[in-house]
């Protein structure tokens, strides 16, 4: 038996790298993308090729642009370009990390309260109110002086802050197609909870997903520069653009580019993941890839 | 059958050369031409796709999703609405005419009591007092009580609604009401009392009445014209008699042929006899001059039943203690292998229920269910494998019951795997051709998904992805009510030909002409018990209950 032509086309590989594709060639898309490369390039790039030592003091602090110091110096002296070259990696690193975790807690937790006894998401329900309930900075402020500070710290403090998010919203757009009768006809036959989650829940929910995950991340990385700002941050002197806007903002009339490039940057990076992402999910529910007519 | 509209009536309504294109300029509908005259009832009919809702919507100078009115003039009130601007079009829409949607409940606000929505209507007039909505719900036959107006819409039920959202329609006394498949989704008897309603209205001469259906025989009761669309453009129009007694165009007579009635359902055949889905067939409308119109014949009752499923004493009640509603009530069947059994009811009579029941998809409170011999467990995570196998469900809407993400193919192969773990890939991919081919789904078809395919083919692979399983009993909960008419004939003679290989179906519907053509035996459910059982003929036409009486009375013929 010959299988028919639109059977044996594997759909998956060609419809990923033609949804890339068509997100690429739509403006907004493009633009998100442009943005998002340019701050990873200036993470991941910059530790290489930054001209000083974050510690080393090249001038006298808040001085100018010069020859020397590319942006001027901060408050301490030292090159704002080395100290803004090595602040991405950590802080986009943290920030990621913690989305992820977050989604991997919130995400199936969301997932299996959807699917299963009504019990558990009461329960749920409750917990996550009251969790809501705090402001992000004070689960931030409470866990951080208990365990103290350091990059794992505050990643696992924002995931803690974001999962309760990430469950609300996974749980009511999981809700929605779980209430659906093919749902019902996966597990009347026996299927796996893990097969049920993956091929209707995850399948039909991904785009709203991918959408949230950007905006968390974007709050992750503005969650996290508060925290450095409030000197919650990883310990000086490693430098991170929150605690570059903290440190400098008491120079910011002499020497505005020990701030400004730090809240610019930061600044790209959440407008470009929103545009990117927001592409991308329009760009799903629109079927324009997988054969929409 | 009403009087034909005399000729003194006042033309309410002048629709000419009437275009709505697509933003890409892709003609919806062209050329379209209607009359209207005061007190008389047009149905604009047609399947779903012909362009009855975009006619519906273009004659208030609405369009839909960035499509837009490009030619022709709709006269009302003297003035072209198309050609008027958005706030002037406003001033008209309500006063002049107003239009009805399909789906109450989506029409009333649910945060607001009935009282405040009338009221908002009337505004339109300055008679918003209380006295006004009390006698805008007597005008739709509804208690004028103020207790009435102070319910929300969730507290009515569907025709209720219904007459509700029709009391919004007529609070400015407009000259033209556009009803768009007001009756579609209420059960027989209630879509009676709103076909009743809106002929009352007519002949008081209130307004007249656009009535967009694809009902062709619940229209023959309502009409006094019909126009009949397909592809975007009206084919024939002329009175009820003229239309639906001698319809001139071959899509018209496969339309009116194939509507089910009491006496069952006719199915679209081409030269050979094979069903044509008229949906799917994209030929020339030339090309079926060259289709038959063909009866399916009664069936008898099975010979020497042997019961493969016994239902004894089965009781379903929702919730518990004091607020706790019984649905189903001491309910015995017996469905015997190669039997088809109906089970018919009103919305709300509990069958779809009975259906899950068996399925293990609701708990039952009292009673047992005894499969080949063997007890069944009440869930279906407690039965045997083999037991889950043997019976398998198809729902009614295959947008639901479909994932929009899976292709035909992958539904129906994940089905094998679920119960074949350890079959091959190149054996899974055949097991799949051979269900397909088994529901004359083209094997083309299969790598598409859900929103690619027509309503008639989505529930084939529906269909298909519960027969690859190689059930003894398939329980279709009426599957055919959200199909066009010639579609459902397609599909109704696809069941009986898998009934005909032996397959026990439990067939659960509204629909006497369907269940006329397919099953051996009928059960008639009321309130969650059963009044009649009995072979297909006896229950239809000498029913013994004055509830089965009343369902056969309430459906609606054809009548020309």
């Given amino acids: ?293 | 059958m009403a009087p034909e509209p005399g000729s003194s009536s006042a033309t309410v309504m002048d629709v000419r050369a009437l275009e709505v294109v697509t933003r890409t300029g892709r003609p919806i509908i062209e050329d379209v031409a209607l009359t209207l005259r005061r007190g008389e009832v047009l149905a604009v009919v047609g399947e779903s796709g012909s362009g009855k809702t975009t006619t519906a919507l273009a004659l208030l100078g609405a369009t839909r999703g960035g499509a837009r009115i490009s030619r022709g003039q709709v006269d009302i009130g003297g003035r072209d609405i198309a050609a008027l601007r958005e706030a002037q079009q406003r001033a008209l829409r309500g006063r002049v005419i107003s239009y009805v949607p399909q789906d109450p409940s989506t029409q009333l606000n649910p945060a607001h009591r009935i009282g405040r929505q009338l009221g908002e209507a009337l505004a339109l007039v300055d008679r918003d007092d209380e006295a006004s909505q009390q006698e805008l719900l007597t005008r739709v036959n509804l208690p004028g009580e103020a207790a009435f107006l102070r319910r929300y819409p969730f507290e009515l039920s569907g025709g209720q609604q219904q007459r509700v959202a029709i009391a919004m329609a007529l609070a400015a006394s407009p000259e033209i009401i556009v009803l768009d498949e007001p009756t579609t989704g209420l059960d027989v008897t209630t879509q009676q009392r709103i076909i009743q309603l809106v002929r009352e209205l007519a002949d008081a001469g209130e307004a007249g009445f656009v009535y967009i259906s694809h009902d062709l025989a619940l229209v023959s009761e309502v009409a006094d014209r019909v126009a009949v669309m397909f592809r975007g453009k009206v084919i024939e129009t002329g009175t009820v008699r003229e239309v639906l007694g001698a319809p001139k165009h071959p899509f018209t007579r496969i339309l009116a042929a194939s509507a089910p009635g009491p006496h069952g359902v006719n199915i679209v055949a081409n030269e050979v006899g094979e069903a044509v889905d008229v949906e799917a067939s994209d030929g020339p409308a030339e090309a079926w001059t060259a289709l038959r119109v063909e009866a399916l014949p009664p069936r008898m009752p099975v010979a020497d039943p042997v019961g493969v499923l016994e239902v004894r004493g089965l009781a379903v009640s929702y919730a518990r203690g004091r607020r706790a509603r019984n649905v189903l009530a001491d309910v015995n069947l017996t469905i015997a292998a190669r039997e088809c059994v109906g089970l018919v009811g009103e919305s709300g009579s509990g069958k779809s229920t009975l259906g899950r029941t068996i399925a293990g998809l609701v708990a039952p409170t009292a009673g047992s269910l005894t499969w080949a011999g063997h007890e069944l467990a009440a869930q279906v995570r407690r039965r045997q494998r083999e037991q889950v196998r043997g019976i398998q469900l198809v729902y009614q809407n295959p947008d639901r019951s479909l994932n929009p993400r899976e292709t035909g193919f992958e539904a129906i192969a994940r089905a094998v795997r679920s119960f074949d773990p350890k079959v091959g890939a190149a054996a899974r991919t055949d097991r799949v051709h051979a269900a397909a081919d088994r529901v004359r789904l083209p094997r083309h078809l299969l790598g598409r998904r859900p929103t690619e395919l027509s309503g008639g083919e989505k529930q084939r692979v529906a269909i298909a992805r519960a027969l690859v399983a190689l059930p003894e009993l398939l329980i279709c909960d009426e599957v055919t009510s959200a199909l066009d008419v010639s579609t459902q004939a397609t599909i109704i003679q696809l069941l009986r030909e898998l009934s005909d290989e032996g397959l026990a179906i439990l067939y659960i519907t509204h629909d006497l002409g369907a269940v006329r053509s397919l099953a051996h035996r009928i059960a008639v459910l009321n309130q969650g018990e059963i009044c009649e059982v009995g072979p297909c003929e006896d229950v239809l036409d000498r029913p013994q209950d004055p509830y089965t009486a009343e369902l056969i009375a309430s459906t609606p013929l054809m009548r020309v």
């Fill in chain 1, 1 to 293: 038996m010959t299988l028919s032509p639109a059977v044996e086309a594997s759909p998956s590989p060609k419809g990923a790298r033609s949804l890339v594709w068509t997100v690429l060639r739509q403006p907004q898309g493009a633009v998100g993308a442009l943005m998002l490369a340019l701050v990873a390039v200036v993470a991941l790039i910059g530790p290489l090729v930054a001209p000083h030592d974050i510690r080393t003091v090249v001038g006298i602090p808040l001085a100018h642009p010069s020859h020397a110091a590319r942006l001027g110096t901060d408050v301490l002296g030292r090159d704002v370009l080395s100290r803004v070259l090595n602040g991405g990696l950590t802080l986009l690193a943290v920030a990621i990390s913690a989305t992820l975790l977050a989604y991997l807690v919130g995400a199936c937790w969301g997932m299996a309260v959807s699917l299963r006894s009504s019990a558990l998401d009461v329960v749920s329900i409750g917990v996550v109110d009251v969790l809501l309930s705090l402001p992000p900075l004070v689960i931030g402020l409470v866990l951080l002086a208990g365990a103290g500070s350091g990059n794992v710290t505050i990643a696992l403090a924002l995931a803690v802050i974001q999962a309760p998010r990430v469950f609300r919203i996974v749980r009511a757009a999981s809700r929605e197609v779980a209430a659906q009768d093919f749902v019902e006809a996966a597990t009347a036959r026996g299927d796996s909870m893990w097969s049920v989650v993956r091929r209707d829940i995850l399948a039909n929910i991904w785009t709203p997903m991918l959408t949230d995950f950007g905006l968390r991340v974007t709050s992750s990385v503005i969650l996290f520069s508060s925290l450095s700002f409030l000197g919650l941050g990883a310990p000086p002197p490693s430098p991170d653009w929150g605690q570059m806007i903290s440190e400098n903002q008491i120079g910011i009339v002499t020497q505005p580019w020990g701030v400004v490039v730090p809240v610019v940057l930061i600044a790209v990076l959440s407008v470009g993941t929103n545009l990117l992402t927001d592409t991308f999910s329009r760009t799903m529910n629109n079927g324009a890839v997988g054969g929409g007519r």
